[in-house]
């Protein structure tokens, strides 16, 4: 395994990281569940209590590893385990929780160090159910919070995002990528 | 995971968790799952074999005095300790925490080999870990490792771009001009075509929503066989048979804007003075235009004028000027050289490009993955 080839998605309790790996991985997402020593496959309306794993296979044998944080803020330790090294971090957040913000403060210190070397991209869930705050509000949002942080892209892309949505994480993905190289695909 | 089935085959080494809680034994079986290199398997509280290592939370309530006691009981099993003040236990061989992978496997491994164990284990040399830690650092920093790229950037194609050729267009004149008006005052309008009175656009600036009874591919049509052709309206209705779908005026404004640039520069954006993304558009939730991604990538990252956009990127210069019209529609350009913008750097565009790129390897992984991912 390569440890580079990695994406993970973290973010709070409910805002969709499980949904979001699952609609775009290869294989049915393992979740590690904390009772059994097996891989449990997910059921929807779960919490993760430890991570999700999914995979993208590239065809040539090598391929992408997904993985999602639990919600549960007190588990800093298993991130740590989980970002050494890696593609990029996808930030979900739920429109319907009190305090947007303060999620996105959490999670961006959380992953201080590896923002700074790899980029960020913030997915905004539940808007069909909370259309406030709005992309440009987090934005503005992200200028306060981020003040004190060194981040590889300062300005990501933060988009409405349905975690259930194919097409939606796609696009989070896709932006994750071009993040990283705006000229990947073109002409060599 | 197919690389654990080269190792299935192999005895599995038995941990024994001390003093880990439920969630923290979960992580410990993922990084097990995930080393491919020996077949480690965290036993449950109630499997009694012998472990081969145990593997201890000295900071959890009772860590420090199991771990003691599984010592006394287990004297010839090794035991990792893990902690955030190794100092304050020097009888133990510690792990300082965060706990890596990098740093894990290879620990578990010192403490396996010289044991007197009775049965073979399935360890290497530790040569991979080390080669994993320099992948590591190289992909999180993708920036940084072209400065040791030796090889001469690849001759590239001259994109097809000749600035004398580019056309421009007026957006605070004529239809889009009247369209931001009635935003800014907030008076409902319709925009209707003269030609036979069918309303087109209704526009709610108070509910911030505009009905449409036309797609983005025949407003384009419309547009292109006259803008003079449309006319604001107030009080038109649209058909019975008209299939009506509402937006939001963001969503109409990027579109109306794209479709009315066709391809043209906007008058207000200068072709060669840096224009700089000041925040990415909404991009899941507007209508898609070619390239929108990349664009927004690229001029979030650095300001560049349209023409060194267009040289870097190799990007249809059509895309880029429907991009640019789109985003300043929604005020997410920052151009003006007044506003503090860094005057374009001096560099020849060419190096520029190869100096902001990974490595042709990695450029190659990526691009995969990018292909698989669009086409999910
Ligand atoms: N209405 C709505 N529901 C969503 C959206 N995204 C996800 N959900 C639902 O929200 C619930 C939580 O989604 P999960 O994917 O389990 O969230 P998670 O981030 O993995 O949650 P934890 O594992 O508890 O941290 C599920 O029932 C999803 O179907 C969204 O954009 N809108
Ligand atoms: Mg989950």
Known sequence: MREDNKIVFTGPVGAGKTSAISAISDVPIISTDAKASDMTINRKGHTTVAMDYGILHLGDKSKVHLYGTPGQERFDFMWDILTSGGLGLILMLDNTRPNPQKDMHFFLHAFKDYIADVPVVLGISKTDLNPRPNTADYAKMLAEVSQDLHMLNPVPPIFEVDGRNKEDVKNLVMALLFSIDPGLGMLP | ?376
């Open chain 2, 1 to 376: 995971m197919t690389d654990k089935a080269q190792i299935a085959g192999t005895p599995s080494i038995l941990v024994r968790g001390i003093g880990l809680d439920i969630r923290k034994e979960a992580v410990f079986r993922m990084a097990f799952r995930m080393n491919r290199k020996a077949n480690y398997s965290l036993l449950e509280a109630d499997d009694h074999q012998v472990p081969d290592v145990a593997i201890a939370d000295l900071d959890s309530p009772d860590g420090l005095a199991e771990a003691d006691k599984f010592r006394k009981e287990n004297p010839g099993i090794p035991l990792l300790a893990t902690t955030v003040v190794p100092n304050s236990f020097p009888q133990f061989v510690t792990l300082t925490k965060p706990i890596r992978m990098e740093t894990l496997f290879p620990a578990l491994e010192q403490l396996l080999r010289p044991s007197p164990m009775t049965r073979e284990l399935p360890l290497q040399q530790p040569a991979e870990p080390v080669e994993q830690v320099q992948n590591t650092a190289a992909a999180a920093t993708p920036a940084k490792l072209s400065t040791s790229v030796q090889q001469p950037p690849p001759a590239r194609e001259k994109p097809s771009f000749d600035p004398n050729q580019i056309e421009f267009f007026d957006p605070e004149q004529g239809l889009l001009a009247l369209v931001q008006r009635a935003i800014r005052d907030q008076i409902p309008v319709g925009i209707v075509d003269r030609r036979n009175g069918r309303l087109l656009w209704r526009i709610l600036p108070e509910q911030g929503k505009v009905d449409a009874s036309v797609s983005m591919e025949e407003a384009q049509a419309i547009f292109r066989e006259g803008e003079e052709n449309l006319v604001l309206r107030d009080g038109a209705s649209f058909a019975d048979n008209d299939s009506v779908h509402s937006m939001t005026v963001t969503e109409y404004l990027w579109q109306i804007h794209a479709i009315a640039a066709d391809g043209r520069l906007s008058k207000k954006i200068p072709l060669n003075r840096p224009v700089k993304l000041r925040r990415w558009p909404n991009l899941t939730r507007l209508y898609p235009l070619p390239e929108a991604l990349r664009l927004a990538a690229f001029l979030a990252r650095s300001p560049a004028s349209p023409a060194l956009t267009i040289r870097m990127l190799q990007v249809q210069p059509q895309a880029l000027l429907n991009f640019l019209a789109a985003a300043d529609a929604l005020q997410l350009l920052e151009y003006s050289p007044a506003s503090g913008v860094a005057s374009e750097p001096a560099i020849p565009s060419s190096t520029l490009a190869e100096a902001q790129r990974p490595s042709p390897a990695k450029r190659g992984f990526l691009g995969r993955l990018l292909a698989k991912i669009a086409g999910l």
